[in-house]
């Protein structure tokens, strides 16, 4: 198993979602983050006193999937989340040792 | 010292005046509120600033030459009133101890800053209707366009002894010179600058946008209600006699009680339809009913003003869904209240003055609407040619308060949305 | 001519009496935001609702029934008023000029508007203390009732003439009449209602539940402190003559200096207490200093004025934390604010009205407590029998806002708790 | 009966004098929630307790001895007045009616709440000055000081009769008096207390630390301006003839002109020298209007009057700058606002007041500047030896309202920061 | 060293807490997400529109320990997080290469 | 590839930024957490009962970097978050499996 994390545009989210859940992605968890790459935040204004602003709000997507699809999910995402600039943000992909289902018990590729 | 009746007749009407005027100007921190919190986070900073300049701008420009086009010292016609600059000289001691029906019975300066509250108001009006897309300035050009001749023009026909006063036309405090007046301009408005992006689905669904401060738009309606009495009740132009005393308290127990019930009624049928109690149709309901009630405050008695106002509350429930059928995006519902409440307020003068006549009233609503929105509309597609009016898409979605303001409202809480 | 003296005067009374009303109006948006200010975030827009919407109610009520049974024109008994529907007629001018003793001196209308928004004080006690779980319809419907009959028989027998009058009972501007009625009606719905889940450990340790927006309890405060004037001012009943216009000062710079009083005290007592000036103490020790004063805010020197508001500052404080330590939740303190503060404030008049008596006192505290606490129960009682109190378990887990209201107060704000 | 004008006369301008007072008191409201939200939220609580228990703390003070200082009624001489306690009795209805230049014609507790409003309005311009890192019980210690002795002994200078007014120093409601005299002691104490961690880099940059509530602070502008009728419109003293009722009407008037020009000409000035408009400008711009005007609010004309509040909305943007080149950390402009445009309204009396002449003006300011600096100055001086004026490092790190209040103002938003 | 992640509901925070403190868990951070799985949001209303709230308030926990706590902590979380009902959350495991404390710049085990 | 999570306490934020932008990391996302290590919280007071905020704000840094810089950056956090009280925070080591550009859909070292 894997676990996608994804940093996107928040106003990407919804155009992210339709596709994840079709290609079948059962569950995923979104986190308010704020951060930098290329892209290289902004300058904000207060009393006369420039500031940056130096992260940009972000939302972190993660995933965790059968190995199955990870490949058509990392496009999925690729593809409605890319608008071509500076920005778009990033995909990382790590090892999933192991899940677990609270309200079941249920572990392993049942559980996601 | 025999004067001192007179005197302190003028006094009392004076600061009643005043007050009244406070009352009014305080209104404009109650659009403020109302509209901060019914606007997303991201637009926040730039909709208090529209709301706190607009009244500035309002003030200035009415001072400057919207009251003298409003009530001309000479008018040239019925239609067409004169142009002049500033305020004239008070009123002297003299004249107003010598009595008789024409003797000034309160300050001149007193009448103005009451009517320039009135014109502020109108101008409150339209920011919460195009909230969230158009631009700072453009609008604040529109508004010096607005207070110092659009809306003194109609205001003049009725208020200032033009052709709708002398066709019967009868608008106590300003269900339509105010306004529907306001809400038609919005109209204009929310016309030319399209709905904000993301409120219509593709297939016509209608999304919900919610505001990011219920407390504060309903702290907003808490004032507005507050500076109604004001609105309405220095209407009354004069309370220093018994039965202008009376009057005035009449138009106070009339005005609380269209609200309330504008109120209970709107939150009763908005839970009807919705299966939830929507706060936001709770607001707007009563001020749909101080809407209402404000063509006609005094002759009613307060069941009849209660049934007035809680008609408002159906009206504006309705008249909000039917807008977002429509396609025309108000985020605040500034013209179902102004607009559509304002509309059966100066139908309701019917109920219960015998002087008011249908067509009258249906005249003096035609000929305000058709002024109020052919005027404004030119006079933005105008900015719209010169300037633009509204946001850039990028701007849109990353929020104008950044682009605009330089700013956020919240820097502390919003989150990346 | 000669009788525009008596027009003035009874135009200012009535004009005074208009703007003392305003004012008490205003402290409903008070009411909305302190209590807004103290529950938390997934609760505000049912608070919100409920605040405005009993004042709606309330004001219909009144309108319709209530008045009428506090001020009966024709009472059957000291105990029994009799039953009369909405408003007569005010007042002729021929009646007013025609002096005398029993000639009307300010407009009826004016005095409904007063006495109305003093029932929607009342009520507005009850929603801070069952804040967060109790539901809006049936905390709305209890309204009806408490403002139709409960609190219009209490008030009948002491203001409008019943038999705690007689009694030599001395109530100035409500510290029992108003304020610990509203806490005793309180008191009944929060046993009722029981605490909040999570409020009271197993163990009984009292767990704090902190409110979300503090600024805006701090403006509620502050609003309530303003709207107090009118209250306390207005009660006063009329201004139009020096010695009438002393005493309306008078009571304006009391109701200030027990106010001023009370906070501080209540500030330094809680700094003594905890180590930390816990502004939620500030607040309700300014209001506790108000309601304190209330039942005799115009006899006492501004020292002995302030002097009373002190000891509602420290009253205020114990009574918050035994309540906790009885276990009754109480989200914003309205037990103690009005409750324990105008228990205070009723035999603080023994201190500056040699015309008072314990005995008169206490008799009408007791009534009083004892009708209201009853008469709640009861209503309460069968609401819950009928449709129920409290929302479900998972509704309060959730938040009121969603289930009840279907919107959330903050949307891009709040967090998952 | 033939003494009811007379008496009527004396209940108008007490009743004037109230509202005034109540409109002013609202201040207090105004100032919490400016500087509630331009400060962080990690301070919010504590500026909210300082804001609320300052105005506490100067009604008591004032009562106590402040207004007896301020208004002595027995000066020693023009410098050094008396010292009493408390209030005396208020006019009697035979002094009253008895007439003549000498007769009291409004209440005397009339007179001391709205003198004491002022009292308070004069030391909440320090709070938002130290807001941030100026301890919550020093700043209240201080108060205790400033209300009792060092405000009031300027005011007698002037309002009181002292030397400054016998030298012809003209400031009608206070731009110097009340205004600047707060921003010279609010300058004091930010200096003793230095800036706030972080606010100015080690290379000389300055810092921007944005408020967490805008709307908030927007919200304390319109409070502050309604408020400002009552500060200078209850300053004419008296309505109660044509004359006087023509002169408050100006005043509102001109109040109202000098606010909107301020804020109109501080959002485009600084719309032009940033290139975005700067809300807190905005609210800036509109106060130092209104605190320009207070000199001479009666004899500009409506035009004049705007030009002047202009000037002012000028004043504060580049006092705002200036002052963060200095490294003097006023988190929300009040020693601009007060202190800047308090100067410039002093001197713009000249062009509107022929008895004003220039060294009356600059000796006036000039002593009041002095005096309330050094004064305060010392007392800051000795609380820091006893006490301590500033929070520790960490403290203003974490912020004051855990360490000081035991409580967040917004648990369930504010984030780590 | 292994990082157990966990999502759960945002009220069995408090029930959760006591539990690990117990079993000797040293450390934890909290994050608050949102997210969907079988728990499928809820609709809001406003102004007579009517729109999902698709993604549900969540906490997600993480741990980081040694191998020997895992199996008692994810039975621990499981058990006080468990209500039956669609929406319990999920628990993920993953390996932890390396761990440094920045107080003292220990690092492996003896840091967690 | 690697993945750092660093919780650090908020206010050093500022202060860490510069050396990681020095040493030539060119992104990173930062969430606001709480949480308790050693430091464990403090009390508030709310009408005279106290509750304790257990955990404590913290900011959580994620940094995906190439294998290269690893022990610069931990350097170079440790050394800014230092403050030698309990609360300093901690810093977490994963493998990163993959890494994919969204704007470019590079992957590997170069999209990072
Ligand atoms: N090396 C990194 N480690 C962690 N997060 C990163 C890294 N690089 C980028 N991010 C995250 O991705 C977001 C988008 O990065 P972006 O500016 O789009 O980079 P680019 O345009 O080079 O792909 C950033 O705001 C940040 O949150
Ligand atoms: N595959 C997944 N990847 C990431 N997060 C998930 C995944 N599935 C569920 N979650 C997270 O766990 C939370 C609870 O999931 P839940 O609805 O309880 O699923 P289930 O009831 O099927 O166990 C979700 O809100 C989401 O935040
Ligand atoms: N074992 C752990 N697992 C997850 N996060 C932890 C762990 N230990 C500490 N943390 C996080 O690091 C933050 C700082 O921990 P801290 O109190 O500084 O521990 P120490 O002082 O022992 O290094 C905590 O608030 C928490 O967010």
């Given amino acids: 198993m894997k676990l996608i994390t994804a940093i996107i545009r928040p106003h990407t989210l919804e155009e992210v979602r339709g596709p994840l859940q079709s290609i079948g992605v059962s569950g995923l968890t979104v986190t308010e983050v704020k951060g930098y790459g290329r892209q290289q935040g902004h300058t904000e204004l207060y009393r006369g006193a420039e500031y940056r602003v130096s992260f940009v709000p972000k939302i972190k997507l993660e995933i965790a999937l059968d190995d199955a699809l990870l490949d058509q999910v990392v496009e999925a995402i690729s593809g409605a989340a890319r608008t071509g600039a500076f920005g778009d943000g990033k995909l990382f992909i790590q090892d999933l040792d192991q899940v677990f289902r609270i309200r079941t018990g249920e572990s392993g590729a049942s559980a996601l | ?417």
């Fill in chain 2, 1 to 417: 010292m025999s004067n001192l009746p007179i005197e302190l007749s003028y006094a009392l009407d004076t600061f009643y005046f005043l007050i009244c005027a406070v009352l009014v100007m305080w209104m404009g921190a109650g659009f403020a509120m109302l509209e901060a919190g019914l606007v997303r986070s991201k637009n926040t900073v730039e909709i208090l600033n529209k709301n706190a300049l607009l009244y500035g701008i309002a003030c200035i420009a009415y001072l400057l030459v919207g009251y003298n086009i409003m009530y001309p010292a000479d008018p040239v016609s019925g239609i067409i009133p004169g142009l002049d600059f500033l305020l004239g000289a008070d009123n002297s001691t003299d004249a107003v101890v010598a009595g008789g029906d024409d003797a000034p019975y309160y300050s001149s300066m007193a009448d103005f800053i009451f009517q320039a509250v009135f014109a502020a108001a109108t101008m409150s009006i339209v920011s919460g209707a195009v909230a969230e897309r158009m631009r700072l300035w453009p609008f604040l050009i529109f508004a010096v366009f607005m207070v110092s001749f659009i809306y003194p023009l109609e205001g003049y026909w009725k208020w200032g002894g033009g052709f709708l006063d002398e066709l019967g036309f009868l608008d106590f405090a300003g269900s339509v010179v105010v306004h529907m007046a306001g809400a038609a301009a919005a109209l204009a408005a929310v016309i030319l600058v399209g709905p904000r992006k993301g409120k219509y689905g593709s297939h016509g669904e209608v999304r919900a946008i919610p505001g990011a401060n219920l407390p504060m738009a309903t702290l907003g309606m808490f004032i507005l209600w507050m500076g109604w009495f004001g609105f309405n009740g220095g209407s009354e132009l004069k309370i220093a006699n018994v039965e202008e005393a009376n009057a005035v308290a009449k138009i106070f127990v009339n005005t609380n009680a269209a609200a309330a019930a504008g109120m209970v009624v709107a939150a009763l049928f908005a839970r009807a339809l919705f299966g939830k109690t929507d706060l936001t149709m709770t607001i707007n309901g009563a001020l749909a009913g101080l809407v209402a009630i404000t063509a006609e405050p005094l002759l009613p008695d307060a069941g009849t003003a209660s049934l007035i106002g809680a008609v408002g509350g159906l009206v504006v429930v309705i008249s909000v869904l039917t807008l977002d059928k429509l396609k025309l995006d108000d985020p605040v519902g500034a013209i179902s209240v102004h607009g559509a409440a304002g509309i059966w307020g100066i139908f309701a003068v019917l109920i219960s003055n015998p002087d008011a006549t249908f067509m009258a009233q249906l005249i003096g609503t035609s000929v305000t609407f058709a002024w109020m929105f052919i005027a404004s509309f030119i006079v933005l597609l105008i900015i719209k040619a010169v300037m633009g009016l509204r946001v850039s898409e990028e701007e849109e979605m990353e929020g104008m308060d950044v682009h605009e303001c330089g700013m956020e409202a919240y820097p502390e809480f919003t989150s990346g949305k």
